[in-house]
């Protein structure tokens, strides 16, 4: 199965489908994405806005899930941002704290107000 994602005039991910790989196969039997959405728009009854995923990150960087943003000029689907005070990782697109995660083998949670890693306590 490949996956596929509906996008919405932001670019914001609006549905995950997925589509069987003999949907996606051109003329010479190499999947294609352009024949996945070819098949995605007949079927959602003209409807265009569509862009394939992977749960491995082979294409465009991470796997997409409701409310991910696609970003066209990085071609990558980047999650919603946790918190203001979090930084996108351009390689990865990503959100990173801008503060590391403790490495002991305490559990911690983000406290945005203290922009930093609170251990929780049991």
Known sequence: MAHFVKLNENNIV???NAV???ELLDEN???????GIAFLTAWS???????????NGTIRKNYAGV???YDS???AFIPPQPYVSWLLDEQTCLWNAPVP??????MYQWDEPTTSWVEVVN
């Open 20 to 22: 069987h790989n003999n």
């Open 45 to 55: 009854g003209g409807y265009a806005n569509w862009k394939q995923t992977s749960y």
């Open 29 to 35: 039997g190499h999947e294609s994405e352009a024949k």
């Open 101 to 106: 995660y403790p490495t002991n083998d305490k």
């Open 67 to 69: 409310g991910f943003t």
């Open 14 to 16: 609006v549905e995950v």
């Open 73 to 75: 000029t990085r071609d």
